[in-house]
């Protein structure tokens, strides 16, 4: 009997040691973009719920003329409104615009094409007013 007295505060105790889930930074977490920003490389995946925000990458890109960018995006359960307007943008070096896509529903988009003629990305743009949906977007320089 003598031992049981201390059952109540090994229960705090133990209680109070609990800890819970993780705070994540990134990933497919609603409104929480996940970005990978490589010298060959750049992904940016979203899951979005009425999603406000215009976010801005400078890419890290090592490449030259005669490489070539393999560019894909994806685009699922989009649920925007009469006065959504979702657009991603990639510029190359001098500022152009060699990407401009408004996301008003899904899309499935693959491009293979040379930098020679485009030039270098060096930014992506993506800016939402009140986006709903998932959003892959991938660059691959080789």
Do not use: H
């Not at 133990?14 to 920003?37: H, K, M, R, W």
């Not at 001098?94 to 408004?102: K, Q």
């Amino acid at each position: 009997m003598r031992n049981l007295a201390y059952l109540p505060i090994l229960f705090l105790f133990f209680i109070q040691g609990c800890v819970g889930p993780p705070e994540y930074s990134d990933g497919l977490i609603e409104n929480t973009p996940a970005v990978i920003n490589e010298t060959d490389y750049f992904s940016l995946s979203i899951f979005g719920d009425k999603y406000d925000e215009k976010l801005e990458w400078n890419l890290s890109f090592n490449s030259n003329s005669t490489a070539s960018l393999l560019t894909t995006l994806v685009t699922k359960d989009v649920n925007n409104s009469s006065t959504d307007s979702t657009f991603l943008l990639l510029m190359n070096e001098l500022g152009d615009t060699v990407l401009n896509a408004f996301i008003m529903n899904e899309i499935i988009f693959t491009s293979l094409d040379s930098l020679k003629f485009m030039g270098t990305p060096s930014k992506v743009v993506f800016e939402s007013d009140r986006f709903s949906g998932r959003l892959e977007y991938q660059i691959i320089i080789n």
